[in-house]
């Protein structure tokens, strides 16, 4: 067997070049495969990273010492904040990337990187001794040996690409699909299924009409992924919708689209549904908004936000050229589904690593996630656990209140999907501390002490944190005094309550109509920095709030700390045989893990709380 790697990373999409990165980045030697070197970080699919939860994931990679983030700040077409006239918790930027300088960027950073080796090769076999893995076999018959291995294949393995009534082996973009591995995998007892996601046509740049188009402009008064002010002249999105008539020629041919021929998993993605799923949701809604978003300034291609579809060419060609601006569209690629083996993330760890297969990590699409976004979260988690095994040191786990990558994560590994899961902001209900604008404050001292954040971010994190901590400080010891002058401005100018007695600027910023830079007015000095003020207000205006979540958190963290190991469930009292059969299924991690159990019913998760408090107290008597 060839040389003797740490970790073996199987795949170099965004899943596993984020591992790829982690475990090296901590020290392991990564041996990095993929089919082809130009399906590196390849987007298949709209190259747009972040939004409402998923631009809360790549701020939270950042601050675990992630490289996403970077990677999209250094080739990004538009960025903006999406929802900013609303609350903290949903506010989330969003960036269409150029996938052709994302791709030459990542490739060009892996291949810089000294402890990783990137070899293109697709990988065939799992080498496995019945104890652990031992490494992977590749298609050329060669094997390369190692302490750990990590699955990130996307929607490689088993791929069908849909089109109509056409149904044919195929990857991602017309990849080929890889088949020898998923096989090496069921032969590991490992449980398959199968999910499906879909991509809208591309349009040939040239023959968009964007007269009398909605221009969508990138922002420059925000902060970019890693707090860089924006650069000027972004590429713009344009806004469109169906009509009547859209939704008329969707509707004719509804009974030629695969969700109707069946010859497709029903399984997609709930929160990305195509356009002939919404016509069958939704049949009297005629106005359905379509964003056409440039895809690199390296080619003319252009991405129809809205319309994903996998129906037959001829009523693709009918779709797009009822769309205003698009009435002479051609299309360049036809829209596709794409149908793929992925694991029931139940027999995973919150490591990543497969209970069955001591050694084995999977991440990204092949768990069952969709998203650049969702796989880079596991990836990283993935790299940072499979290089502490190869260096037989205990595994890194992240708490619910921590995160929205420990929400998904502990989603994922609890909870059977027959759909693809995504990640928004009601995937947790703490997403009021989950916000993008404190990420560092929550997780960048966790990753400086697993040696994955350099002296300088975490000196930076801190020092920011100081300084708000102080300002805050500041703010509720200064008060104003109940002037003439003062109340006036008050009332009239800031359209706010006077007060009879001194009061702190710290109670004056917590009140909705008074904003940070406000209190200038009263002598107050004030920092400048864009993000610390965001900070400054957030923690000002919604500390009650903050301090009601923080109960809450207290609590989920209580339940987070009853680990239980082998558990006997038997000795429980009261629980239905439906649970004890998904408990000693499941074999949880703590009590905290099935208190998000969905097949859990009322009453049972304090009986288990009990019993294992219970037990606690004996075991701690005897
Ligand atoms: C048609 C389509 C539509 C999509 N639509 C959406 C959407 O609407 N919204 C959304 O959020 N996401 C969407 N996605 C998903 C998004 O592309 C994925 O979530 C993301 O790419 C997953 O990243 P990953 O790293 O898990 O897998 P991928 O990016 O797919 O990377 C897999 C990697 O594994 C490699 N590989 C596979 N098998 C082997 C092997 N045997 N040996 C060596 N290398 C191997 C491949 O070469 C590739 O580098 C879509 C994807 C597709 C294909």
């Given at each position: 067997?060839?040389?003797?790697?740490?970790?073996?990373?199987?795949?170099?999409?965004?899943?596993?070049?984020?591992?790829?990165?982690?475990?090296?980045?901590?020290?392991?030697?990564?041996?990095?495969?993929?089919?082809?070197?130009?399906?590196?970080?390849?987007?298949?699919?709209?190259?747009?990273?972040?939004?409402?939860?998923?631009?809360?994931?790549?701020?939270?990679?950042?601050?675990?010492?992630?490289?996403?983030?970077?990677?999209?700040?250094e080739?990004?077409?538009?960025?903006?904040?999406?929802?900013?006239?609303?609350?903290?918790?949903?506010?989330?930027?969003?960036?269409?990337?150029?996938?052709v300088?994302?791709?030459?960027?990542?490739?060009?950073?892996?291949?810089?990187?000294?402890?990783?080796?990137?070899?293109?090769?697709?990988?065939?076999?799992?080498?496995?001794?019945?104890?652990?893995?031992?490494?992977?076999?590749?298609?050329?018959?060669?094997?390369?040996?190692?302490?750990?291995?990590?699955l990130?294949?996307?929607?490689?393995?088993?791929?069908?690409?849909?089109?109509?009534?056409?149904?044919?082996?195929?990857?991602?973009?017309?990849?080929?699909?890889?088949?020898?591995?998923?096989d090496?995998?069921?032969?590991?007892?490992i449980?398959?299924?199968?999910?499906q996601?879909?991509?809208?046509?591309?349009?040939?740049?040239?023959t968009?009409?964007?007269?009398?188009?909605?221009a969508?402009e990138?922002?420059?008064?925000?902060?970019?992924f890693?707090?860089l002010?924006?650069?000027?002249?972004?590429?713009?999105?344009?806004?469109?919708?169906?009509?009547?008539?859209?939704?008329?020629?969707?509707?004719?041919?509804?009974?030629?689209?695969?969700?109707?021929?069946?010859?497709?998993?029903?399984?997609?993605?709930?929160?990305?549904?195509?356009?002939d799923?919404?016509?069958?949701?939704?049949?009297?809604?005629?106005?359905?908004?379509?964003?056409?978003?440039?895809?690199?300034?390296?080619?003319?291609?252009?991405?129809?936000?809205?319309?994903?579809?996998?129906?037959p060419?001829?009523?693709?060609?009918?779709?797009?050229?009822?769309?205003?601006?698009?009435?002479?569209?051609?299309?360049?690629?036809?829209?596709?589904?794409?149908?793929?083996?992925?694991?029931?993330?139940?027999?995973?760890?919150?490591?990543?690593?497969?209970?069955?297969?001591?050694?084995?990590?999977?991440?990204?699409?092949?768990?069952?996630?969709?998203?650049y976004?969702?796989?880079?979260?596991?990836?990283?988690?993935?790299?940072?656990?499979a290089?502490?095994?190869?260096?037989?040191?205990?595994?890194?786990?992240?708490?619910?209140?921590?995160?929205?990558?420990?929400?998904?994560?502990?989603?994922?590994?609890?909870?059977?999907?027959?759909?693809?899961?995504?990640?928004?902001?009601?995937?947790?209900?703490?997403?009021?501390?989950?916000?993008?604008?404190?990420?560092?404050?929550r997780?960048?001292?966790?990753?400086?002490?697993?040696?994955?954040?350099?002296?300088?971010?975490?000196?930076?994190?801190?020092?920011n944190?100081?300084?708000?901590?102080?300002?805050?400080?500041?703010?509720?010891?200064?008060?104003?005094?109940?002037?003439?002058?003062?109340?006036?401005?008050?009332?009239?100018?800031?359209?706010?309550?006077?007060?009879?007695?001194?009061?702190?600027?710290?109670?004056l910023?917590?009140?909705?109509?008074?904003?940070?830079?406000?209190?200038?007015?009263?002598?107050?000095t004030?920092?400048?920095?864009?993000?610390?003020?965001?900070?400054?207000?957030?923690?000002?205006?919604?500390?009650?709030?903050?301090?009601?979540?923080?109960?809450?958190?207290?609590?989920?963290?209580?339940?987070?700390?009853?680990?239980?190991?082998?558990?006997?469930?038997?000795?429980i009292q009261?629980?239905?045989?439906?649970?004890?059969?998904?408990?000693?299924?499941?074999?949880?991690?703590?009590?905290?893990?099935?208190?998000?159990?969905?097949?859990?019913?009322?009453?049972?998760?304090?009986?288990?709380?009990?019993?294992?408090?219970?037990?606690?107290?004996?075991?701690?008597?005897?």
């Open positions: 067997m060839k040389n003797n790697y740490d970790v073996i990373v199987v795949g170099a999409g965004h899943a596993g070049t984020e591992a790829a990165f982690a475990a090296a980045n901590m020290g392991s030697k990564v041996l990095l495969l993929v089919t082809n070197l130009s399906c590196i970080a390849m987007m298949p699919c709209n190259p747009s990273v972040g939004g409402p939860g998923k631009g809360h994931l790549i701020r939270e990679i950042h601050a675990l010492g992630g490289v996403i983030a970077k990677h999209v700040d080739s990004y077409l538009q960025i903006r904040e999406l929802n900013e006239s609303r609350g903290p918790a949903v506010r989330a930027l969003r960036a269409q990337a150029d996938k300088l994302y791709h030459l960027i990542v490739k060009k950073a892996i291949e810089e990187h000294e402890n990783i080796t990137l070899l293109q090769a697709e990988a065939t076999d799992i080498l496995y001794n019945g104890h652990q893995v031992t490494g992977v076999k590749v298609i050329t018959g060669l094997s390369y040996s190692c302490k750990t291995v990590i990130a294949t996307g929607t490689f393995l088993n791929g069908k690409i849909i089109i109509g009534d056409q149904k044919n082996p195929g990857g991602p973009s017309n990849e080929s699909p890889t088949h020898l591995l998923a090496s995998i069921q032969k590991l007892g449980k398959i299924h199968r999910l996601t879909a991509t809208p046509p591309r349009i040939d740049g040239k968009i009409n964007f007269e009398g188009l909605r969508l990138g922002h420059e008064h925000i902060q970019t890693t707090g002010s924006p650069r000027a002249n972004q590429r713009n999105c344009y806004l469109t919708y169906t009509n009547d008539k859209t939704i008329q020629i969707i509707k004719d041919n509804l009974d030629i689209s695969p969700l109707k021929l069946g010859n497709i998993t029903q399984h997609g993605p709930k929160h990305c549904p195509s356009i799923r919404k016509v069958i949701n939704f049949p009297d809604k005629d106005l359905h908004q379509i964003f056409i978003e440039p895809e690199s300034d390296f080619h003319n291609e252009w991405y129809l936000q809205g319309v994903t579809t996998s129906m060419p001829h009523v693709q060609e009918l779709i797009v050229h009822s769309i205003e601006g698009l009435e002479n569209a051609r299309i360049v690629r036809y829209g596709y589904a794409i149908e793929y083996d992925a694991i029931q993330g139940t027999q995973l760890k919150k490591s990543m690593e497969l209970k069955s297969v001591p050694g084995l990590y999977t991440c990204g699409q092949i768990n069952g996630t969709s998203g976004e969702e796989a880079a979260a596991q990836g990283l988690i993935a790299g940072i656990n290089h502490l095994a190869s260096h037989k040191k205990d595994p890194f786990v992240l708490k619910r209140t921590s995160s929205f990558i420990a929400n998904m994560i502990d989603e994922l590994v609890t909870n059977e999907r027959n759909e693809p899961l995504r990640v928004t902001t009601s995937s947790s209900e703490f997403r009021l501390h989950l916000r993008t604008d404190n990420a560092e404050e997780l960048t001292k966790i990753a400086y002490d697993l040696g994955l954040v350099k002296q300088a971010q975490y000196d930076q994190t801190t020092n944190h100081k300084l708000i901590q102080k300002e805050i400080e500041a703010m509720h010891q200064q008060k104003v005094r109940p002037t003439k002058e003062n109340l006036a401005h008050i009332v009239n100018v800031l359209k706010s309550d006077g007060f009879k007695k001194p009061t702190s600027f710290a109670e910023l917590s009140r909705n109509e008074i904003n940070y830079k406000d209190l200038e007015h009263f002598g107050h004030c920092v400048e920095d864009p993000l610390l003020i965001r900070k400054i207000e957030i923690q000002l205006k919604y500390q009650n709030f903050l301090d009601k979540l923080k109960k809450k958190m207290d609590y989920s963290d209580h339940l987070d700390d009853m680990i239980l190991g082998d558990y006997n469930y038997e000795s009261g629980l239905s045989s439906e649970t004890l059969n998904e408990l000693n299924k499941l074999q949880a991690y703590s009590v905290g893990q099935i208190s998000i159990m969905k097949t859990l019913k009322p009453g049972e998760l304090s009986l288990i709380v009990n019993s294992y408090k219970k037990s606690s107290a004996t075991s701690h008597c005897s």
